[in-house]
């Protein structure tokens, strides 16, 4: 998911003592790879279920992790790389500026409970859909299940701008991008976005 925050607050990531749930990636081990866009099959299919918890993986979420950062991402699908997994990093703050880190593997999304469903219509915005935004309402509270590199059962909860990026991802990885749950009109303003901006990071040309 793209930082709908960056134009706005360039230094946020500089004021202190910031609280951080999960672990930071070595980012040394990884390398940077283009990011698919809109219109790339492997973004607009279900993509596989993870079945090997070995180095391979360990060195995709690694990627995953640099390629995030090399675009100014929130959260990435493997699909964004163009692996075809289920799999999604992200290094995100919710709205009381606590900053989420990690990776799940087979993220499936819970089930709301009645009284959990109040809706937020922040704006949101993804890095397969370059320079592009829009309000979309999502649910303020999100939590995935699903496993972690070595195939531990994990379970990630959050609220705000974290909750949305959980959805965004795992949406991701069903073959769903933010902008196939907006109106008609909404839909075409954002791949309208899209056409008239340039990426400030690589992507993968489409045929
Ligand atoms: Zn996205």
């Known amino acids: ?3 709908e925050h960056e134009h706005d607050h360039p230094e946020q990531d500089e004021t202190a003592e910031q609280q951080v749930v999960g672990e930071l990636p070595d980012v040394s081990k990884g390398t940077a790879r283009p990011i698919t866009v809109f219109g790339n099959p492997v973004l607009h299919r279900e993509v596989a279920t993870v079945t090997a918890f070995d180095g391979e993986l360990a060195a995709l979420i690694d990627d995953m992790f640099v390629s995030m950062y090399a675009a ?7 699909n964004q790389i163009g692996v075809d997994l289920k799999v999604f990093v992200y290094d995100c703050p919710d709205d009381e500026g606590v900053r989420h880190v990690g990776h799940v593997v087979n993220p ?12 937020d219509d922040s704006p949101e915005g993804c890095l397969s859909v370059p320079t592009a935004y829009m309000e979309l309402a999502r649910p303020d509270f999100a939590a995935v299940t ?6 531990n059962p994990v379970r990630v909860e959050g609220t705000g701008f974290f909750a949305r990026c959980l959805q965004h991802e795992t949406d991701h990885l069903y073959g769903y991008l933010y902008i196939d749950r907006l109106s008609k009109r909404d839909r075409k303003d954002a791949l309208r976005q899209m056409s008239e901006g340039t990426p400030k990071y690589a992507t993968v040309p489409n045929d």
């Open 108 to 119: 499936v999304l819970e089930e709301l409970p009645a009284g959990r469903r109040a809706l």
């Open 146 to 151: 699903g496993q972690d590199k070595d195939g």
């Open 72 to 78: 100014d991402g929130v959260g990435l699908a493997a």
């Open 1 to 3: 998911m793209a930082d």
